[in-house]
């Protein structure tokens, strides 16, 4: 008899915990869910744009860089850059590495 009183609570606990979880996400009223995903869409398209905007500023320090490379590379400045005796410098690298290289 102890046994079967512990099972109807229990199941009744259960039952309880269910409903409670089941009703959750029903708290809050329509208006309030369509807010929300429209602040979600939102958010996206906002996303959208700055990553627009970021690839196109991308391409354009690559358009820049590639004018700037090709006018060092350019035979204006060829005397400049080619001295005899002198080994070529590269500016990309490491401060510390030119003198032991």
């Known amino acids: 008899m102890i046994q079967s009183s512990y099972g109807v609570i229990g199941l009744l606990l259960l039952l309880a915990c269910l409903t409670a979880a089941g009703s959750e996400s029903d708290l809050r009223p329509r208006a309030v869910r ?22 196109g500023t991308v391409e354009n320090l690559e358009a820049e860089l590639a004018a ?34």
């Open 34 to 55: 369509s807010s929300v995903c429209q602040e979600h869409t939102d958010l996206h398209s906002r996303m959208d744009a700055v990553e627009k905007r970021m690839e």
């Open 68 to 101: 700037l490379l090709d006018a060092i590379h350019d035979t204006q400045w060829s005397p400049l850059l080619d001295k005899p005796g002198q080994t070529a410098v590269d500016i990309l690298q490491d401060p510390e590495q030119r003198g032991r290289s």
